[in-house]
Nanobody
């Protein structure tokens, strides 16, 4: 059982930056691929980014490529999401998630077994 806790959300102006963190406990963190998803009101979870077990492979939604960076520190059991040039339409609750599934890179949120409680990101125009 993996317990995930996100932090770093908040209110930022359009064009600004935020860095989200997700701390894991209760499992062997380095065995899990990690992903970030976001959910706006009335919408399903949408894939943002994912990173492999070792951190050598990363995948991004087309909408965030070049602006967001996912990274992980297995010594600290933490995954990060650096978000730059934020847009108002990216206002959502951001979740981190963990999976052992080999197709973690597909962005399919149903493949992720463990989820954090989410952190709110609000981008004002």
């Amino acid at each position: 059982q993996v317990h995930l806790v996100e932090s770093g959300g908040g209110l930022v102006q359009a064009g600004g930056s935020l860095r989200l963190s997700c701390a894991a406990s209760g499992g062997t963190f380095s065995r899990y691929a990690m992903g970030w998803f976001r959910q706006a009101p009335g919408q399903e979870h949408k894939f943002v980014a994912t990173i492999s077990w070792s951190g050598d492979k990363t995948y991004y939604a087309d909408s965030v490529k070049g602006r967001f960076t996912i990274s992980r520190d297995n010594a600290k059991n933490t995954v990060y999401l650096q978000m730059n040039s934020l847009k108002p339409e990216e206002t959502a609750v951001y979740y981190c998630a963990a999976t052992l599934h080999r197709q973690y890179y597909s962005g399919n949120h149903y493949l992720y077994d463990y989820w954090g409680q989410g952190t709110q990101v609000t981008v004002s125009s």
